[in-house]
């Protein structure tokens, strides 16, 4: 079964700060991720997804994610974190058809000035 | 392009009670979603359509929740009677039949008391 882990709850950082959201899935084939941001009162807004071919994605807001298949992984990073990067943020996980997402439990991230 | 809206934003009801959330999708969005997202967790799906039709609905509590997608474009969720483990925040979400992405509306946000 698919299954998706954020082992983190809550992340503090400096504004400034590099930032590493970590994401593990649990798949049997090459799976669909995705990273998905959402603010207080706020739906989810996509930052980036992988499919295929490069393992260094490029996402919105200065976002990457690295897809390790030997490690399960798909880490979020931002090099520089500015104060409206605050927000809660969600690894997931689909099907080859990606009709059906799985989610993480989250991270909440706090940017302190 | 306007993106998925969803009503009412907030609601608070008595246990016992009925709700009702809409949602209307993005123009031409064939692939509507109902997710629940419980408080510290990520989004849970609850049902799936194709067009009119339900295609995945294994998760939707039956006894107690239903859905409809008339004509296929807007949606509308249900809970009859409500209990006070209802209380989250129901997200619709919609994107184009094949296609990966899934566009997210802001929710709305139920309290049972």
């Known amino acids: 079964a698919q299954s998706v882990t954020q082992p983190d709850i809550h992340i503090t950082v400096s504004e400034g700060a590099s930032l590493e959201l970590r994401c593990n899935y649990s798949?049997?084939?090459?799976?669909?991720l995705f990273w998905y941001v959402q603010s207080p009162g706020q739906g989810l807004q996509l930052l980036l997804k992988?499919?295929?071919?490069?393992?260094l994605v490029q996402g919105i807001k200065g976002f990457e994610a690295e897809f390790k298949r030997s490690q399960s992984s798909f880490n979020l990073r931002k090099p520089s974190v500015h104060w409206s990067d605050a927000a809660e943020y969600f690894c997931?996980?689909?099907?080859?058809?990606?009709?059906?997402?799985?989610f993480g439990t989250g991270t909440r991230l706090q940017v302190f000035p | 392009e306007a993106g998925v809206v969803q009503s009412p934003r907030y609601k608070i009801i008595e246990k016992k009670q009925p709700v009702a959330f809409w949602c209307n999708p993005i123009?031409?969005?064939?692939?509507l979603y109902w997710y629940l997202q419980n408080l510290g967790q990520g989004p849970e799906l609850l049902i799936r359509?194709?067009?009119?039709?339900?295609?995945?609905d294994s998760q939707l509590p039956k006894d107690r929740f239903s859905a409809e997608r008339l004509k296929g474009v807007d949606s509308t969720l249900k809970i009859q009677p409500a209990e006070l483990g209802d209380s989250a925040v129901y997200l619709c979400?919609?994107?184009?039949?094949?296609?990966?992405?899934?566009?997210f509306g802001q929710g709305t946000r139920l309290t049972v008391v």
């Open positions: 798949y049997g084939a090459t799976p669909y």
């Open positions: 359509y194709e067009n009119e039709e339900a295609v995945d």
């Open positions: 123009s031409g969005h064939n692939t």
């Open positions: 992988y499919f295929s071919g490069d393992t």
């Open positions: 997931a996980v689909g099907a080859g058809n990606t009709d059906k997402l799985i």
């Open positions: 979400a919609s994107k184009p039949q094949g296609e990966v992405e899934a566009f």
